[in-house]
């Protein structure tokens, strides 16, 4: 299985800075095709997961511009810009390479 | 509007089966090219994908479940259901059902509200 492993945040991030959150695969995602299948999810506190970012970089529908993704074939980064206290909550990226899906164990974003 | 609606038992004894069901509505299960998920949370936030059975009724599970699970559909109620056999408190989790489009947006784009499943005797 491919494992995700994420960092923690030093916490609690100041309203209005910046706050990036990153994620390292045991495998590179980056597919024949050019695609690197890594998507980023929020889950906000009492809510299910929301998706955020999928193809290491594309933001979902909906999603604010102030949430951009990046990276390389195993080490990833989901930025987010100007957090708000709408952000809280734990960020989880996972692999959509191939099966089993599998998830990182999530990061906590707190807000000063 | 696409939503999912998990509903289960909350409570169940170890060894006895989990069954939980997802109801789909504003999409029917069958359209190309989606497929439908178990995932599960436990306490402490760690994420596992359990299976999915897909718009055509092809299925795959996770193999670190697969002598346990089953995941089956009833396409008339636009429903699609888990089971998981011979529990332990270590299936204690929130389990969540969620809709995944191959090819891209592909991720988990729509996903229930979540059923707590508490085993223990």
């Known amino acids: 299985d491919i494992v995700m492993t994420q960092g923690a945040l030093p916490s609690p991030v100041p309203s209005g800075e910046s706050a990036s959150i990153t994620c390292q695969s045991s495998k590179s995602l980056l597919h024949s095709n050019g695609k690197t299948y890594l998507n980023w999810y929020l889950q906000r506190p009492g809510q299910s997961p929301q998706f955020l970012i999928y193809w290491m970089s594309t933001r979902a529908s909906g999603v604010s511009d102030r949430f951009s993704g990046s990276g390389s074939g195993t080490d990833f980064t989901l930025k987010i810009s100007r957090v708000e206290a709408e952000d809280v909550g734990v960020y989880y990226c996972?692999?959509?390479?191939?099966?089993?899906?599998?998830f990182g164990s999530g990061t906590k974003l707190e807000i000063k | 509007q696409v939503t999912l609606q998990e509903s289960g038992p909350g409570l169940i004894k170890p060894s006895q089966p989990l069954s939980v069901t997802c109801s789909v509505t504003?999409?029917?299960?069958?359209?190309?090219?989606?497929?439908w998920n178990w995932i599960r949370k436990f306490p402490g936030n760690k994420l596992e994908w359990m299976g999915y059975i897909s718009y055509d009724g092809s299925i795959y599970y996770n193999p670190s479940l697969k002598s346990r699970i089953s995941i089956t559909r009833d396409t008339s109620k636009n429903q699609f259901f888990l089971q998981l056999n011979t529990v332990t408190t270590e299936d204690t989790a929130v389990y969540y059902c969620a809709r995944h489009a191959l090819p891209g947006p592909q991720g988990f784009d729509y996903w229930g509200q979540g059923v707590m499943v508490t085993v223990s005797s």
């Open positions: 504003g999409y029917s299960i069958t359209t190309s090219y989606y497929y």
């Open positions: 996972q692999q959509d390479l191939e099966f089993p899906l599998t």
